[in-house]
């Protein structure tokens, strides 16, 4: 769904050609939200978790802005189109496993063992994937990126930092790479239940250990 400015395509700036709407975007994009934007985005943020996870990536937009008590004008103010909103939702529920794996790495860093951690990070991003499948879907299916560049290096980095200790520490076979992690992540069984997950996990696991792959080495 489009909602066009009332004669935008119009109105232009005589000195450099550029739509004035356009000049407008760009002048509204340099200056800070105003308090009720900012709690009209929060408010449109989470209708969108909540309506996109019960009904999935389909939900019309006018339904996320009725349920955000807000006007479907306000709403593609905020987000033109259902993929910046979805992008939106995803960046977040992204933000929150990069501060999780980061945090990993510090404690790393501070003696934890690396395969421990690698476990722990495993068991709950899955489970994560698993309440939140419906919005992974969403942006699969629209095109949203599921992480920001800026959190795919602190992603990476800190994520290197822990496969390398793993390594070091004799517990993961040195071909384990993080993408590998992310494989685990994107092949999830998020549809099926605790215990098909539990037990995918450990299979999918033990073959990133260097014990379990000792046999095969040599061979």
Partial sequence: ??????????????????PLAELEDLMAASRPLRADAVRNRTKILAAAREQITLHGPDVPMDSIAEAAGV??????RHF????????AVIAEHSEVITQEIEAAAERVGEGSPAMAEITRLAERTVEAAARDRSVKAAA???GAAHWTEQQEERFRGAMERIVAAAVADGDLHPD???DDFLMLIVTAPTDQGPAVRSRWLTLFLAGFT?????????A
């Fill in 140 to 142: 699969q299916t629209l």
């Fill in 71 to 76: 006007a479907v004008g306000t709403l593609y």
């Fill in 210 to 218: 260097a014990r379990a792959r000792e046999g095969t080495d040599k």
């Fill in 80 to 87: 033109p189109t259902k993929t910046d909103l979805v992008g």
């Fill in 1 to 18: 769904m489009f909602l066009p400015r009332l004669g935008a395509e119009l109105r232009h700036d005589s000195t450099t050609d550029r």
């Fill in 176 to 178: 384990v790479t993080v």
